[in-house]
T-cell receptor
């Protein structure tokens, strides 16, 4: 039973435009959320996180939005760059011990 | 350089032949974990460890064992591998609390 879902397996965006990646979760006990980026043949690398006491966290071109009532978070990348082309995973945790990952969204930024 | 090192990177083995995938971190992190990545299923947690001699099951622990005798090492053991354990495996470490994890580069395991 997938507790964290990324319903879009892939996304293509023109360079310079906004990329919006979405993630939904089912467990209302989750209170810490993260986004990871993964290039082929490499391990995931941390991108940005947000705790449930916030609804937005920004780091440079990356912003994560959290809508607790909808159990939904999104990652915005503005402006998108070709180097952003990767698979993006969202992850969630309630206890800080077990982390649940989504299935990933493959982002392609077209030059 | 701060890193999580997994070995081997690639492994092909036969059903039933015991194997160990090693994982080592040099960041003095208390928490370590193992994940497997499969198409359409994302990353699923196999086991995690909060500290030396403290381990617990994740979502998909069947067929796997782990040990944490030293803080820096967290090997994943497959006592009798089966083809359904063919997957891409990642080890991760982080400090305790709500923080991000650092991942190794992955081990591609094929069981024939």
């Amino acid at each position: 039973d997938q507790q964290v879902k990324q319903n879009s397996p892939s996304l293509s965006v023109q360079e310079g435009r906004i990329s919006i990646l979405n993630c939904d979760y089912t467990n209302s006990m989750f209170d810490y959320f993260l986004w990871y980026k993964k290039y082929p043949a490499e391990g995931p690398t941390f991108l940005i996180s947000i705790s449930s006491i916030k609804d937005k966290n920004e780091d440079g071109r990356f912003t994560v939005f959290l809508n607790k009532s909808a159990k939904h978070l999104s990652l915005h990348i503005v402006p998108s760059q070709p180097g952003d082309s990767a698979v993006y995973f969202c992850a969630a945790s309630g206890t800080g011990n077990q982390f649940y990952f989504g299935t990933g969204t493959s982002l392609t930024v077209i030059p | 350089e701060a890193q999580v090192t997994q070995n081997p990177r690639y492994l092909i083995t036969v059903t039933g032949k015991k194997l160990t995938v090693t994982c080592s971190q040099n960041m003095n992190h208390e928490y370590m974990s193992w994940y497997r990545q499969d198409p359409g299923l994302g990353l699923r947690q196999i086991y995690y460890s909060m500290n030396v001699e403290v381990t617990d099951k994740g979502d998909v622990p069947e067929g796997y064992k782990v040990s944490r005798k030293e803080k820096r090492n967290f090997p994943l053991i497959l006592e009798s591998p089966s083809p359904n354990q063919t997957s891409l495996y990642f080890c991760a470490s982080r400090p305790t609390g709500f923080t991000e994890a650092f991942f190794g580069q992955g081990t591609r395991l094929t069981v024939v």
